[in-house]
């Protein structure tokens, strides 16, 4: 028996959305990654005890909520949103019913990712630094390498990311050493824009340097472009950290794959993690010289994947190889990252090879 309930949205805010493939790209994301909040929503919003719940899109540009309870009934969640509005911003939308439904729900229901994420987000620290020193360690990867005071910036060695804030006309503009996240937020909502920001990842650490890699492309965006011209000086505001990767506590073999963009966070997770006994790494790059091996091998297996003339994040190189790669039989995590479009084919794949959601992670860094 299945049961239809309309849910009324119009007391969200709705904010600008680029087309309904951010959208596909963000229910995947969710579905695969984000599971628990998703089915937090649905308890909420059904009232009822649920045993799973995903999102779907309908043929006829509905959002849906689909659950399962605990009779194995189902029922559809149909949310009052019009999917080819140019102001949605799904995103915040979802966001607002995660809190309403903990207002809700309070502890009756575990914590879920995202907001564990909030909460750390909201303990994060800024960092004030300079540029030390540049060099290029592959033909389109640049280390940056950081300095400034970071006794007080804690990491657990995996992928932790940093927002790197930087001013966009640095001959004008001149970041103050207590530049904060909040200063950079209220910036964002003006209409002339002084600074940008995006996530990188935490290469290596001490306590006055931070090295970086910088991926360089043709179709760079602001960090790019200005991580091309970085030069000793320059200044930089880094704020977290942030991290995604959070596996079993103990496994046997872990399988990491990425692109250029996902490799800092894939070695530095393989070379300081201690939880597995077997590693195998999947990374694209341009071609043989673009390689960059890992100094420690005994327990690290590793694949490089040359894209040659594919376009960054158009290639099948990478999900054919996977294809090929046979999967161990028990007691394995994946963790991967790059497009994401190119991920979510990925996460397509380990899915119809019968990988379930808590034995794997793959997120899209970045869109093509």
Sequence with gaps: MITII????ISFIKLPMNDSKEITLFV???????????????????????LSAEIIISKNKQLNLKTTNKNKKEEYLVLDLDLNSKTLDFKTFFIGLIYQAREKLGSDFPKTKIEKDIEKSLHSLSFYSEVNETKFISKNIKEISFRGDFRNLETQNNDEFLFVIVPLDKRKTFLDKDYSMEDYRKQMSQEKKITAGAY???????QDEIKMWFVLH?????????????????????????????????FDHLILLADETGIPAMKT????????????????????????????????????????????GE???????????????????IFGAGEARQMMKIRKLFKEKGVSKDQMHITGYWKK
């Design 6 to 9: 309309i849910y009324d949205s």
């Design 28 to 50: 995947d994301n969710y579905n695969s990654n984000h599971s628990d909040a998703v089915l937090l929503v649905a308890n909420y919003l059904s009232k009822n005890h649920n």
């Design 200 to 206: 990188y990842t935490i290469r290596n650490f001490s």
């Design 218 to 250: 043709s179709h760079s965006g602001n960090l790019g472009n200005w991580a091309e011209k970085a030069k000793t000086g320059d200044q930089a505001i880094l704020w977290g950290p942030r991290s995604m990767f959070s596996p079993p506590k103990r």
């Design 269 to 312: 997770i393989c070379e300081n993690n201690k939880n597995f006994s077997k590693c195998t790494t999947f990374y694209e790059v341009i071609d043989e010289s673009s390689q960059i091996p890992t100094s420690e091998k005994n327990k690290i297996l590793e694949n490089w994947i040359h894209r040659e003339d594919d376009e960054p």
């Design 315 to 333: 290639g099948h190189k990478l999900l054919e190889t996977l294809k090929a790669f046979k999967l161990p039989e028990n007691n394995f995590y």
